[in-house]
């Protein structure tokens, strides 16, 4: 499994902008697919944005397509995702997560692809 440590969580207000960042180590990335996922009260953990790791290719959630963005950084094996114009519903636990890459794509949006999480850091949204 792969190691996975968030950071960069906080109060935002609407509007305005926040990245996030998921450190990996444990083992190499180049067969896997990284996601984000969040959690808001009472509701279920539901999908945001996924990068394979090799090829760089990007899927997001309707709700957050345009607004968000995710990245990687290869070097420092971390994930980021931008927030940007965050809208209180967005406010959340927002896990990292990493998996194989699937055989069909849909599987990148679904949280049984991934086998390792991370332990969540909270987003806030004020509006």
């Known amino acids: 499994q792969v190691q996975l440590v968030e950071s960069g969580g906080g109060l935002v207000q609407a509007g305005g902008s926040l990245r996030l960042s998921c450190a990996a180590s444990?083992?190499?990335?180049?067969?896997?697919?990284m996601g984000w996922f969040r959690q808001a009260p009472g509701k279920e953990r539901e999908f945001v944005a996924a990068?394979?790791?090799?090829?760089?290719?990007?899927y997001y959630a309707d709700s957050v397509k345009g607004r968000f963005t995710i990245s990687r950084d290869n070097a420092k094996n971390t994930v980021y995702l931008q927030m940007n114009s965050p809208k209180p519903e967005d406010t959340a636990v927002y896990y990292c997560?990493?998996?194989?890459?699937?055989?069909?794509?849909?599987?990148?949006?679904?949280?049984?692809?991934?086998?390792?999480w991370g332990q969540g850091t909270q987003v806030t949204v004020s509006s």
């Open positions: 444990g083992r190499t990335l180049s067969t896997y697919v």
């Open positions: 990068l394979t790791w090799s090829g760089g290719s990007t």
């Open positions: 997560a990493a998996g194989p890459n699937p055989y069909y794509s849909r599987a990148y949006y679904s949280r049984y692809n991934y086998d390792s």
